[in-house]
Every structure is written in structure tokens, then in C-alpha cells.
């Protein structure tokens, strides 16, 4: 069984800052990429970011891009997410992700490419 256990979501005002963690544990695991979804109250979940361990690659969307920062340590099954210049419109339920199963931005930037999911972290910003 693995979990994933996601932290550091709150309530900050537009223009601040919150970093997100998620860290995997359980039987032996090894991911080949984990990724940042969001869910806003009635909208679907959609793709924030992901990370790709083959070679440290990364994506994000583009309603994030030079504001959210995703990062990670393999060997530890631990991935962060540094959002800047937050604005009311990222308010949601952040989810991590990861799969064994792809590394391609194509895979990775979907939902279905994930097999293990948190129980997601708040994040509320306020205007």
C-alpha cells in the first residue's frame, strides 16, 4: 500500500506565498514522476504540475507558469510545490500524485496517468 500525505496548504491573502509537500510512503515504492493536481469547487480537477525523476524534467500548466515552482527529492518520494504571487483563482484542493507507470509530459500532465493519489490540502486566497 502506498500513501501519499500532503502539507502545508492555508489561507493567505493575493500576492503571498504558500510551499506545499508531499511525501510517499509504504511498500517499496518507486515513482517514476509525481505531479501537483487542483480541484475548485464545482470544476473539475485539473493539472498544476509535474516532475519526471529520468532526467528532472518538469511541466506545468500554463495558468501557473513563473508563479508555482515544483521540486523533489526521488531517492526520498518527496515532491514540493513553491507557489508565488498567489491570486483568488488557485484557491482549491491541491492533490499529489504519482506514477510508476510514465515520465512523458503527456502522461504526466493527466489525470489517468496517475496510479497513487493524497487526500489533497486546502489552499484559500484571499482577495
Known amino acids: 500500500q502506498v500513501q501519499l500525505v500532503e502539507s502545508g496548504g492555508g489561507l493567505v491573502q493575493a500576492g503571498g506565498s504558500l510551499r506545499l509537500s508531499c511525501a510517499a510512503s509504504?511498500?517499496?515504492?518507486?515513482?517514476?514522476?509525481m505531479g501537483w493536481f487542483r480541484q475548485a469547487p464545482g470544476k473539475e480537477r485539473e493539472f498544476v504540475a509535474a516532475?519526471?525523476?529520468?532526467?528532472?524534467?518538469?511541466n506545468s500548466a500554463d495558468s501557473v507558469k513563473g508563479r508555482f515552482t515544483i521540486s523533489g527529492d526521488n531517492a526520498k518520494n518527496t515532491m514540493y510545490l513553491q507557489m508565488n504571487s498567489l491570486k483568488p483563482e488557485d484557491t482549491a484542493v491541491y492533490y499529489c500524485?504519482?506514477?510508476?507507470?510514465?515520465?512523458?509530459?503527456?502522461?504526466?500532465?493527466?489525470?489517468?496517468?496517475?496510479?497513487?493519489w493524497g487526500q489533497g490540502t486546502q489552499v484559500t486566497v484571499s482577495s
Open positions: 516532475i519526471s525523476w529520468s532526467g528532472g524534467s518538469t
Open positions: 500524485a504519482a506514477t510508476a507507470r510514465f515520465s512523458s509530459n503527456y502522461y504526466t500532465s493527466r489525470a489517468t496517468g496517475y496510479d497513487y
Open positions: 509504504g511498500r517499496a515504492f518507486s515513482s517514476s514522476a
